[in-house]
């Protein structure tokens, strides 16, 4: 999620617009000069998400006494895995704060135009249109549902469907329809100069295993990848038939990611 989601946040708003506050640690060469690298940074999102990402692990532990008081505040820890694991052990209240409800690993995917496997394309594939609101909604929800084991539709319904359906108003959403409703979803959360990420996959249980995620992701790679030069996705690592659909259609593992919920 990291590298990509974090430039895609800076392309769209930049620094000062962004909906939260970027934290960094600069290595120490170049620093008189004016020109010293970030060798760590955070991005906490006004939502509670925090975003690490490292060059240098080392430093992942200078932004631990600035984001300690900020803790209260995160829900959800998303990066690379030795990145997050450095800042969870550094803020956590161990004694304190309840173990995490939830902490899983998943692998970064990435994939470039000559990676690309040929294979058959799903050309029903098409953006989200507003009519496709309700029916999306649902699809989303049962994907939350199973990956997190949290129910949208229930905890907050208003703000997930106004998500949802700014989602499709900025075209990011798409989907596959059959006689029986939205059979394949997918959302491209990040798009910017560097890369475009996939979120939400989504295939309908019924229609799982007879390639449809496949054929919808190599049309949808194709189509991305003739305006940027990488395609990416996070996927959880026990997750076999998701695994195996991705490899199908070229994508290889970049990095070991975790994810932590408060």
């Not at 939830?102 to 995917?109: E, V």
């Not at 003739?226 to 998701?242: F, I, K, R, S, Y």
Request: contains cysteine; hydrophobic residues 45%; neutral net charge.
């Amino acid at each position: 999620m990291s590298g990509l989601f974090l430039l895609g946040v800076l392309h769209a708003t930049g620094i000062e617009g962004a909906p939260g506050r970027f934290y960094g640690a600069g290595l120490a060469d170049g620093v008189e000069r004016g020109c010293g690298r970030l060798g760590a940074v955070a991005y906490l999102a006004d939502t509670g998400l925090l975003v690490p990402e490292a060059r240098d692990l080392a430093l992942v532990e200078e932004l631990v006494p600035v984001l300690q008081s900020l803790w209260w505040g995160v829900r959800v820890v998303v990066g690379p895995r030795e990145a997050v694991e450095l800042l969870w052990q550094g803020c956590h209240r161990w004694g304190r704060d309840q173990p995490p409800r939830l902490w899983r690993g998943h692998l970064l995917h990435g994939l470039e135009e000559a990676e690309l496997v040929d294979g058959p394309e799903e050309r029903a594939l098409r953006r989200a249109l507003p009519g496709d609101l309700d029916e999306l909604v649902v699809a989303a929800a049962a994907m939350r549902q199973e990956e997190l084991g949290e129910d949208p539709l229930h905890s907050n319904p208003l703000p997930f469907r106004s998500r949802v359906a700014q989602r499709i108003d900025a075209g990011i959403s798409w989907l596959v329809r059959d006689r029986l409703g939205i059979a394949f979803k997918v959302d491209v959360g990040t798009l910017c100069p560097e890369g475009a990420q996939l979120e939400g996959v989504y295939t309908r249980p019924d229609r799982r295993g007879e390639g449809l995620a496949a054929r919808s992701l190599r049309r949808l790679c194709r189509l991305l990848l003739a305006e940027v030069p990488q395609v990416t996705l996070h996927v959880w690592e026990e997750n076999a038939p998701a695994l195996a659909c991705y490899a199908r259609v070229g994508m290889r593992v970049r990095a070991a990611y975790r994810i932590a919920l408060r």
